[in-house]
């Protein structure tokens, strides 16, 4: 019977029985993917569509489809016994159904009918609390209702219950008992204890402020109802009272300096959020009148003689009242654990009464036009803030002061910018002034203030080292400002290292018109550039060592990165003025050079000298020998040179001069060589020719002297004096390599191999 199912198999070549098995796949082809869950067709054909062929994928999945069905055919081929005997097994399935379909929908509406009874029940438990909550919400509301016009009722009768106050109050406490509106349980006790009408007063007020604070909380909950709105002019009324009232016992009690009545006061502002009242009172009653006498708005007050805009005295008036004055004050409400913590009298009070009058009577004190006034009014002030910060009980309290309007205003009347502006211009102007000069320009040695002589030479380099001090004077300086006039100092040796750099160039280029801002440089002789090399030499010594410490003593207060940052940056300007040293000296060396190029040209006149001539072998050297390092040596032997210039930068100049004239030397000496042994190989050529064609003997002179040779030892005895002079100057000429091949050019060939004067 298992024959009777069957599926055709492929066919299988000859090739199969050496090929891959029937159920090989390519390595894309992955048929346990179909059996995931997640498989998704579309997107596994997208995937593969990307390298895979669809014909070749068609081919893939229909191999596939067919290795399927021949396995489900092996299978029930394998099972085929079972496989007829399940439809045997599968007898009156209909009527089991039916069996078991009955209980099945009785089960069904008994649960519909419980969800039924659960549903209604559920919708009466809602409607149910919803009532609750209503009602409850009615009554809450009703409560508050109620509770607010007790408090109104009771602020009201509480209000009526203050003492009238009678034009002797400031003669001292009144007996209570007399007074028969005091109607409050608390009289007799306060009678008894001999409590003045002031703080009987500020007590009730404390109070009746507590019973606002809670009549506020209650309106706040109870807003747009009709109840409160018909309320609200009673509730106005009330408050009105109650400001008056607080504010003619808080005025009473500050110009009393009655602590307990000031202190009930306090705290009754803060309980009905009116903090800024109380500060006012105390500026308008006790600060302004003070204030005004030391800084009268009408500046015809002003002491004769005194600085129209200067503050510093003033300040020291205005400390004198704070500390005697307005201390009291200060030090209740900053009593600890008093809640009074909330008042700001220094900045709402203080400070603004002080900002006002100096905006009223000396508004010129906050101009940055006159620098060295505002600097002094601008540190005055700091130092004045430092000592209402003095009071200020914790960190925090002082950046509340420093937090508030008034401090910020004040702050913002001294503009710094404008100020660092104009010192900007007054320092940078200074040298850039200097250094737009046409010349360089001499001066007297000046002294440093640590009194350490730096005998500068140039004005230019003055003017630079003032600058730059200038930027760290206490006249000038503002803390706040310190990278504004760092980077002012960098930007100082910057721009005297440009303007040397520059003109150095420009030299060297050529390009010194009388508009190229370079005339200096055109000036300029030798000895000139010797000041500029002691000058740079000083400047980089007092930039990175007094200079250094003084900045980094000024900003010994920041933390050690920034100061590093200060260092290496001041550092780098210094290595910067001390680069330019190499410049400057091989300035010196082409000037030098070209003086003594002048007389090397006279060399040429030797070809003349012994060309066509019979004249013997020289005995001694050219004249022109003796002058060629003249300017060198006159030079180094010079004043400037012998007082300004260091050993290093002497013997730089001199190694490096005494090495380009020898160069330029064997230049032209081996091009004179080279043109005379050219000239006489061709008047050979000419004469062996002339010769040969009139027959006569081959033979000349050949035991004459050439006129090449000639030539050659006029120049081997110039170059042996040249190398004299070079070793009384210091230089050893054999060091050079130019001068080696000076001596291989032109010297005897025995006498090639050593050098020797």
């Known amino acids: 019977m298992a024959d009777l199912i069957s599926v055709q198999a492929p066919p299988r070549s000859a090739a199969d029985f050496f090929s891959d098995p029937l159920d090989t796949h390519p390595l ?16 596994y054909v997208s995937e593969l569509r990307t390298f895979v062929p669809f014909d070749t994928l068609r081919s893939e999945l229909q191999a596939h489809l067919a290795a399927l069905h021949h396995e489900l055919v092996d299978l029930i081929n394998r099972d085929y016994a079972d496989f007829v005997n399940l439809s045997t097994k599968l007898v009156d399935v209909d009527a089991a159904v039916v069996r078991m379909r009955a209980p099945l929908v ?10 039924g009874s659960v549903d209604r029940s559920l919708v009466a438990l809602k409607n149910g609390l919803k009532q609750r909550s209503e009602a409850a919400s009615a009554r809450e509301t009703l409560e508050l209702l109620l509770d607010t016009f007790h408090v109104v009722s009771k602020v009201e009768k509480l209000i009526k ?3 009238s106050v009678p034009a002797d109050w400031s003669n001292g406490d009144v007996n209570l008992a007399e007074r028969n509106s005091m109607s409050n349980g608390v009289s007799a006790p306060l009678v008894e204890n001999g409590t003045n009408l002031r703080e009987t007063q500020s007590m009730l007020l404390e109070r009746i402020a507590s019973e606002m604070n809670r009549l506020k909380f209650y ?30 016992c808080f005025t009473d009690g500050l110009e009393h300096q009655d602590a307990n009545a000031i202190y009930n006061c306090l705290r009754a502002y803060a309980a009905i959020d009116n903090t800024r009242s109380a500060e006012e009172i105390f500026r308008t009653t006790i600060v302004a009148p003070l204030i005004q006498k030391i800084i009268p708005h009408d500046m015809s007050a002003v002491i004769a003689g005194s600085s129209r805009d200067e503050l510093e005295n003033d300040y020291q008036q205005i400390k004198q009242c704070v500390d005697k004055d307005f201390k009291f004050l200060l030090e209740i409400s900053s009593t600890e654990n008093s809640g009074l913590h909330v008042f700001d009298f220094l900045a709402n009070s203080i400070l603004k009464e002080v900002l006002s009058a100096i905006q009223k009577g000396k508004p010129g004190a906050f101009s940055p036009g006159r620098p060295k006034e505002f600097l002094k009014n601008y540190k005055s002030s700091l130092d004045f803030l430092a000592h209402l910060e003095g009071y200020c009980p914790s960190r925090s309290a002082v950046a509340k002061f420093r937090a508030e309007a008034v401090y910020v205003e004040f702050m913002k009347q001294w503009n710094i910018g404008v100020y660092f502006s104009l010192r900007f211009q007054e320092i940078a102007g200074a040298l850039d002034s200097a250094l737009t000069a046409t010349s360089l320009v001499s001066v007297q040695n000046i002294h440093s203030g640590e009194g350490i002589s730096l005998k500068l030479t140039l004005k230019q380099s003055v003017t630079l080292l003032e600058s730059l001090r200038s930027c760290w004077r206490e006249d000038i300086l503002v803390l706040s400002c310190t990278d504004k006039f760092l980077r002012l100092s960098l930007q100082l040796l910057s721009r005297y290292s440009n303007w040397l750099s520059s003109g150095l160039a420009a030299r060297k280029m050529g390009n010194t018109g009388s508009s190229s ?16 090399i002691h000058d740079v030499n000083c400047l980089v010594k007092e930039v990175c060592g007094g200079y250094l410490e003084r900045v980094l003593e000024l900003l010994s207060s920041c933390s050690a990165d920034v100061l590093d940052s200060v260092k290496q940056s001041i550092l780098q300007g210094g290595r910067s003025l001390m680069d ?15 003086k003594s190029v002048e007389d090397l040209r006279q060399l040429k006149g030797i070809t003349a000298t012994y060309r066509m001539t019979n004249k013997p072998l020289p005995v001694r050297h050219s004249p022109y020998v003796s002058v060629v390092l003249r300017p060198l040596k006159a030079l180094l032997d010079g004043e400037r040179a012998t007082a300004y210039l260091t050993t290093e930068s002497r013997n730089e100049l001199l190694l490096g001069a005494a090495t380009e004239i020898t160069g330029r030397y064997y230049e032209l000496a ?14 050979q050529r000419i004469r062996q020719g002339a010769q040969r064609r009139a027959g006569a003997s081959s033979d000349v002179s050949d035991h004459n002297v050439s006129d090449t040779d000639k030539i050659c030892m006029q120049l081997f005895l110039d170059i042996q004096e040249y190398g004299r002079n070079l070793s009384a100057l210091g230089v050893e000429a054999a060091n050079i390599p130019a001068y080696r091949s000076l001596w291989q050019c032109v010297a005897p060939p025995d006498r090639q191999n050593k050098i020797t004067f």
């Open 28 to 43: 894309w082809f992955k048929p346990s993917l179909f059996l995931s869950s997640t498989f998704d067709s579309e997107s």
């Open 106 to 115: 009785e089960l069904r509406e008994k649960i519909d009918q419980y969800r």
């Open 161 to 163: 219950e203050l003492p």
């Open 219 to 248: 309106i706040a909950h109870a807003q747009n109802l009709p109840f409160i709105e018909n309320m609200e002019k009673r509730i106005q009324s009330a408050s009105l009272l109650l400001d008056a009232s607080l504010g003619h």
């Open 517 to 532: 801002g370079f005339e200096w440089v055109v000036s300029a002789v030798p000895d000139d550039f010797i000041y500029i």
């Open 580 to 594: 330019l040293v190499p410049l400057v000296i091989n300035t010196i060396i082409e000037a030098l050079v070209e």
């Open 670 to 683: 081996a091009d004179l060589v080279s043109v005379a042994r050219k000239t006489e190989s061709s008047l």
